[in-house]
């Protein structure tokens, strides 16, 4: 103990010197509205934030190169070269007069004679010996444009590689070795075309050959790179509309939008008008040139439709447009129209709008749309339970965001988890947590929030030297905030001297100062400070010091208002007027405040308070009156126990100051009292309250016993005695003695609702139906109703009872959702269940959630979608860790579409990791089955 002192004044020192007062925000302070003595503060909560912000970025694959490919260059033809006819004369020389006959006749385009001659002129040259001259290469060039003219591709590129290949020069060579690579490039030839450009001398027609090829190869680097070296009008004619293409192709894969549309809109070939038109639109979309994406999206639907594979993009460009314009329903129609296209493209638009309703604010919406992008696709698990996590924390589903967070191994989702904990009232497991983080990197604001976390938990638990050592540490980081930890450390100690020199908080330097007696240092503090609370606070200075007229008028200001402090204003108005001894004036303040005031805790107070003041105006009888009714309006209440209090205190014209001794006393000096039995009832209360149930059932039973008005409440009262005892069948009786007895009595409901309570609790559901069907017919009680009948098995009442709530679109909706599909599978109506659990996944209760993706997964498998189920049951086995049972299900089901899909090794490391202690008999035998 020494030593904690000795700390205690080392961290004194050294948080508060050389600080001069610096003003902060007021504390929340929840104080009492009657003059005492001694004002005690409660430290204000420290609570983690309502919303937590972290950018958990889910790079999204949208996949634009699966459904953009290079085109091939279709419409460049082959170099076609002016060919000059030998001299001949006769016919002779023959070999002359074949060539230039050929060529006269190619020019004429009689093709097919001119591949006449060429055969007849090469079968010539093939019988000569040591024929020196280059005819069979010209022949080789001349017969490929001949083959290419007839639309024989792959002819004339066999001879447009021989002519190429050659080994003697011919003027032609150049030409039949760029043709070569042209149709190499155009049928796929993409190795035979490097060896091919190897041949030719360079040349800005030789280098665009060569980007096409790497462009074709999809090496878009290599490709971008080359085409810097030529300008497209700089090249052959033929050559210039691909040109554009490709740059403009590979300006978009760069990132350079607008060039990208400077050389995208000039090519005019129809070949690449499609791909064109999405890449511009897609451009446009970059861009934030939402208008002409838009345009060029519909443009296309309109002028190819929406059928082949290259719409399904354009569809997707279209739905981004309209979330970028805000149309989001109109992206989710869309959306929907992907998900049977292309679920990732689908999943796309789901996150994208999930992560816009996040920055809005409306978390319902984005936890709907996450959940929804985790049924289409198997991508991104592991980042949407993060943002599933946070934004069930954002929804204030803490539960729910601590089943997800706890296992994700990540600093800030351990802060979050301790978060989720202190919000859950789990603070002995919130310290493990937090003081975790401690060791993390983590920002500063981060850690301070954990350190004044950790402080609170400490100051309610009681564990100072805890406390103490984290006011040490979160000096380090904020002084002014340790200062204020100590101030409240000494104020709980009633050591107010000490707690005034620790506050940096003026309000507290100012209650610290009143409560050690020193009002005029109080008011200097408080009356430079403007809030309300504060003003509340002079203004009880002031009474406190006698000077009433001055406290009146701060009151009067203050209590023009709704809010609670105005309230408290109003009320103690009235009171200033009672501690004043002016009791006339009390009752018609008190009277005035009672018909304005809505806080009805308040407006109790002031009726008792005009019960007391009757009193100490000698005016007994009517205080009488006034403590009996407010006993009996508000039966069962500390305000009633605090009347009956003041009515024993009026009867006997003194206070013990206890109020069970005080009820006793008088009790026992007065049994025959009009108003003892419900005196007596208060007193059962207090000792229910107390745990002391034998003397509680002695009150209670001697009520009872005298049949009067207060028997009712005593009867029922017993019997829910019997039932947090333990005693069902004691209960029971006694609720059915209250049924006899009081047909309509007050209390039938609560008697009902004990009876149906205990049925359930001890598994007779019939029983329990019994009494639930005499309800009123609530939501809750339908909805209990709904439960209990499918506990028995009778999914027909069940269903009827779920589906009335269901179509009242109630807030079990989800819930309902759930068993609705329940029932839907066991009746083998697969679809149905599927709607219906499809819903469910958007419930708030984790176990539904995790147990409805099994469901869609037994149901996918199935109809013999087995990609839908597997993504289904992953969902299970990833996102919902504590379901332990239905975990093992969904890795056997696994398992089982994995081997039927001959993935042997795999479904093997599925069922390593299943507990046959979680499988029913069915699913063992299956489960041997596999292992066979």
């Given amino acids: ?260 549309i400077s050389y995208l809109e000039k090519v005019k070939s129809n070949n690449y008008k499609k791909q064109t038109t999405l890449l511009m639109g897609l451009s446009y979309l970059k861009l934030n040139d939402l208008a002409n994406a838009e345009i060029l999206f519909r443009k296309y639907l309109k002028d190819y439709g929406s059928v082949d594979k290259l719409s399904t993009y354009v569809i997707y460009g279209l739905s981004l447009v309209n979330l970028k314009k805000g149309e989001f329903n109109k992206a989710l129609r869309l959306a929907g129209t992907l998900e049977g296209r292309d679920k990732l493209l689908a999943q796309s638009i789901y996150l994208k709008l999930a992560d816009i309703y996040i920055k809005k604010e409306k978390f319902e919406e984005a936890f709907s749309l996450l959940q929804k992008s985790l049924k289409i696709s198997t991508e991104y698990k592991e980042d949407i339970k993060k943002k599933l996590a946070i934004t069930a924390y954002n929804r204030g589903k803490y539960k729910y965001a601590y089943q997800l967070m706890k296992d994700i191994n990540d600093p800030y989702f351990k802060l979050f988890t301790g978060y989720t904990l202190v919000w859950l009232k789990k603070e002995e497991e919130a310290v493990k947590y937090l003081t975790e983080i401690l060791d993390y990197n983590l920002p500063k604001k981060h850690i301070l929030n954990s350190l004044k976390l950790l402080a609170d938990i400490y100051y309610r638990l009681g564990k100072e030297k805890s406390y103490l050592d984290t ?230 039973k001697y009520v009872i016993g005298k049949d009067k008005e207060e028997s009712d409440y005593a009867l029922y009262k017993l019997a829910y005695l019997m039932y947090i005892k333990g005693d069902f069948n004691k209960a029971k009786e006694i609720a059915q003695e209250y049924l006899q007895k009081y047909g309509s009595g007050k209390f039938k409901v609560d008697i009902l609702e004990l009876l149906a309570n205990i049925y359930e609790e001890e598994g007779n559901y019939t029983m329990s139906i019994k009494y639930v069907r005499k309800l009123p017919q609530t939501d809750n009680n339908i909805y209990k109703l709904a439960l209990l009948y499918f506990k028995i098995g009778d999914l027909k009442n069940a269903s009827y009872y779920f589906g009335k709530l269901y179509d009242k679109n109630s807030g079990y909706k989800n819930e309902i959702a759930y068993y609705l599909g329940l029932i839907s599978y066991k009746f083998g109506d697969l679809n149905t269940a599927l709607r219906y659990f499809e819903e469910a996944t958007n419930s708030d209760d984790y176990k539904i959630t995790g147990e409805s993706y099994y469901y869609i997964g037994r149901i996918y498998q199935q109809l013999g979608k087995e990609d839908e189920a597997i993504n289904s049951y992953l969902n299970v086995i990833y996102l919902y860790p504590d379901l332990k049972q239905f975990i093992s299900k969904a890795r056997l089901r696994v398992a089982e579409i994995l081997k039927k899909q001959g993935k042997v090794k795999e479904a093997k490391k599925m069922l390593n990791r299943v507990n046959i202690k979680d499988l029913s008999s069915n699913e063992i035998k299956l489960y041997q089955r596999l292992n066979e």
């Fill in 1 to 260: 103990m020494k030593k904690l002192k000795i700390f205690i004044l080392f961290l004194f020192i050294l948080i508060t010197k050389s600080f001069a007062e610096v003003k902060i925000n007021t504390p929340e302070i929840i104080f009492p509205v009657e003059v005492i003595t001694e004002r005690y503060e409660e430290k204000p909560t420290v609570y983690p934030p309502k919303v937590i912000e972290l950018k958990v970025e889910i790079k999204i694959k949208e996949n634009v190169k699966k459904y953009v490919k290079p085109i091939l260059p279709l419409d460049i033809p082959p170099v076609e070269v002016f060919m000059e006819k030998p001299k001949t004369f006769l016919g002779l020389p023959k070999d002359n007069s074949l060539l230039s006959d050929a060529i006269e006749s190619f020019y004429k385009r009689e093709y097919y004679l001119t591949e006449d001659l060429l055969n007849k002129l090469l079968k010539y040259i093939s019988k000569q010996k040591n024929y020196k001259r280059n005819f069979e290469g010209r022949a080789y060039y001349l017969l490929g444009l001949t083959k290419y003219n007839g639309l024989e591709k792959k002819e004339a590129y066999r001879y447009f590689l021989k002519g190429c290949y050659f080994p003697k020069y011919f003027p032609e060579k150049p030409a039949s070795c760029k043709s070569a690579v042209i149709l190499a490039l155009q049928l796929g030839q993409y190795n035979e075309a490097d060896r091919l450009l190897k041949l030719i001398n360079k040349s800005i027609d030789t280098a665009f050959l060569l980007t096409v090829d790497y462009f074709l190869k999809e090496d878009y680097k290599q490709s971008l790179k080359l085409s810097k070296l030529y300008k497209c009008d700089e090249l052959d004619i033929a050559f210039i509309g691909y040109c554009k293409y490709v740059k403009g192709f590979l300006s978009f894969i760069n990132k350079d939008y607008r060039t990208a």
């Fill in 471 to 700: 006011i040490k540490k979160i000096s380090k980081i904020d002084r002014n905030e340790a200062r204020n930890l100590l101030g409240w450390f000494f104020f709980k100690k009633r050591k107010y001297r000490e707690a005034f020199k620790s506050f940096v908080n003026p309000y507290m330097k100012a209650v610290s100062a009143f409560n050690s007696g020193d009002f005029e240092t109080a008011l200097k503090f408080i009356s430079k400070l403007r809030t309300k609370k504060a003003k509340f606070l002079e203004a009880y200075i002031y009474l406190k010091k006698g000077e009433y007229d001055v406290a009146r008028n701060l009151l009067v200001k203050l209590s023009r208002g709704t809010d609670k402090t105005s309230q408290e204003a109003g009320y103690l108005y009235a009171y200033s007027f009672f501690s004043q001894g002016d009791y006339e004036r009390a009752i018609e303040e008190f009277r005035k405040f009672i018909s304005i005031t809505k806080d009805k805790e308040l407006k109790k107070l002031a009726t008792l308070r005009i019960a007391d003041s009757y009193y100490n105006l000698g005016k007994k009888e009517i205080a009488r009156r006034i403590y009996e009714t407010f006993i009996r309006q508000n039966v069962n209440s500390k305000e009633a126990i605090d009347a009956a209090y003041q009515l024993t205190v009026l009867e006997m014209e003194n206070s013990e100051g206890d109020v069970e001794k005080q009820i006793l006393t008088f009790l026992k000096k007065y049994p025959s009292y009009p108003l003892a039995d419900l005196l007596r009832l208060q007193l059962a209360d207090i000792h229910i309250s107390k745990k002391d149930y034998d003397k509680a059932e002695k009150l209670l």
